[in-house]
């Protein structure tokens, strides 16, 4: 395991990139940090700015235009980072995949590390999934 | 001579969960004037509800908005209703009323904490979204989901609440009151949340009837619109309720009502429950077919009235279907709550609006330089021919006939 990839694996910093949400996958991920699921005991904190993030949660269809925002975050971003695209509607389109304004699923457009479907999917299912990608990223 | 500066907020930044962008003119603190930018979250919501069946737009809508996720079914459905003359049974009306006060519980408590968030007081937000997921585990027993409950269908609801359940609901409310109280004595005694919010952003009377304000924005500012009162649906004639008002229109008045509304909320939804003990019967007209005819649906959303339109040519899918969410109006107001406050405010003056930007997105209005033009259809039908013709110029191809050509 090289030297980033310890670092990274420990107190995540995320940082919440929503494109053209219905704000449910976003109202659930603030739901994780608190006092019921309260995620912050493991380190894992919301950032304000994309230069201390360690993940980018993706949630949401990006539109064309928050599309070329979100590119410029991931651009932005420190590397290695880490890309997790949070409800059906990031991973897949979901329902509004036939739209005239968008181009889904996100995936297309930023590499993103793992996919967490569910519209909306459950606290438990993110944490699920936070815990999968340290684990893989580990190599255990 | 003061010099003015332009801050941006956005599209994404750490205030609010959706992208939108805010330009702030600043002349030293104080904001002098305020840009809203919108169109992150135009997904051609009205087009998309053309190409589905009925009872797939009721699903559809529901996902325009992840926090009214019960008031647009509702106002879909009663649209529906209206366009084809259906009879709701009287045991679907009291399910639908019980539905979307809980959700109005859950959103305004959301609120709250975010509020709290904004503010800086980290506290608040942790304590009020402990008690929030009380009521999401409420809305899970009846409805299997924590959010997007799946609950409405044109001519009824898909579910039936057990009456061995009620006495479990019943708790989950009683079990509220205790931490509704503990809030409304924090928000007025609290030092620190008077100084923030009293006498910052204020809306006047005028100035919510010159924005046509809805909801508990414009509850706040002594305009007592409520839907609830004054077109009653679902249950809502059928139930002894207040609509809450107050008369200063400052951040401080919004928190106050949503919190007042809260009691009001737990009070409706003990009658409904109460009635439906006494309602047997169906839960669902099952209407066959849709006849030909135009309706309207109103709701009264957490943050406001949300109306539905729905053109049914009698087939199996609506010819038309426009909504107005209650933030289209309401983000509007902020250009004259936030002038003249100080920039650390403006967080707070912004947020106290409740802003849903998925809910509101569902026209293009451009702004050019020498003022303000909006696009019509045919504009923008003329603007995707003119950029294809210039790629066919640049690219040196020629494809079919445009009627432009």
Known sequence: MSFATSILTKSLNVFHCAGSPCNNCDIELLDTLTPRYDLERFGITLVGSIRHADVIMLSGVFNTKALIRAKRVYEQAPKPILVIALGNCACTGNIFIESYNLDAPVGKHIPVDILVPGCPPKPEAMIAAVAKLIAKLKGK | ?405
């Open chain 2, 1 to 405: 001579m003061s010099k003015k500066t332009i801050i941006p907020i956005g599209p994404y930044h750490p205030l609010q969960e959706e992208p939108e962008f805010f330009k702030l003119h600043v002349d030293g603190e104080t904001v002098v004037k305020v840009d809203i930018e919108l169109g992150y979250n135009h997904r051609g919501v009205e087009k998309l509800a053309e190409s589905k069946t009925f009872e797939q737009a009721v699903y559809f809508v529901e996902r325009i908005c992840g926090i009214c996720s019960t008031s647009h079914p509702i106002a879909c459905c009663q649209a529906i209703e209206d366009a084809g003359e259906v009879k709701v049974p009287e045991r679907a009306l009291y399910i639908r009323s019980i539905i979307g006060e809980l959700e109005r519980l859950h959103s305004h408590l959301l609120w709250l904490g975010l509020a709290g968030h904004f503010l800086g007081f980290n506290t608040v937000w942790m304590w009020v979204w402990r008690y929030r997921e009380d009521v999401i585990n409420c809305l899970e027993i009846i409805t299997g989901n924590r959010n997007h409950y799946c609950m409405m269908k044109p001519g009824g609801v898909r579910r039936d609440i057990k009456g061995e359940d009620i006495p479990t609901i019943l708790g989950v409310l009683n079990g509220l009151k205790k931490p509704l109280d503990l809030f409304y004595k924090t928000v007025n005694q609290d030092p620190v949340l008077q100084a923030r919010t009293r006498n910052v952003g204020i809306l006047t009377r005028q100035n919510i009837i010159d924005y046509c304000g809805v909801g508990p924005l414009a509850r706040a500012s002594g305009v007592a619109i409520d839907v609830r009162k004054d077109h009653p649906h679902a249950a809502y004639g059928m139930v002894d309720f207040k609509v809450i008002t107050t008369t200063k229109g400052d951040v401080f008045d919004k928190v106050d009502v949503r919190i007042l509304e809260m009691f009001e909320s737990v009070s409706i939804i003990k009658q409904c429950l109460e009635a439906l003990k006494k309602t047997p019967g169906p839960i669902d007209a099952n209407p066959a077919v849709i006849k030909a005819g135009d309706g309207i649906g109103h709701y009264e959303a957490p943050r406001g009235e949300v109306i539905h339109y729905i053109r049914s040519d009698g087939s199996n899918r609506p010819a038309r279907h426009k909504i107005r969410a209650p933030s289209y109006v309401n983000v509007a107001t902020n250009r004259t709550a936030v002038v003249g406050q100080s920039i650390a405010d403006a967080t707070i003056i912004l947020g106290a609006v409740d802003p849903c930007y998925c809910c509101t997105e569902r026209m293009a209005a451009i702004r050019v330089d020498n003022g303000e033009k909006t696009l019509t259809a045919d504009d923008l039908i003329k603007l995707s021919w003119d950029k294809t013709s210039r790629l066919r110029k640049e690219l040196g191809a020629a494809g079919p006939v445009l009627p432009l050509d």
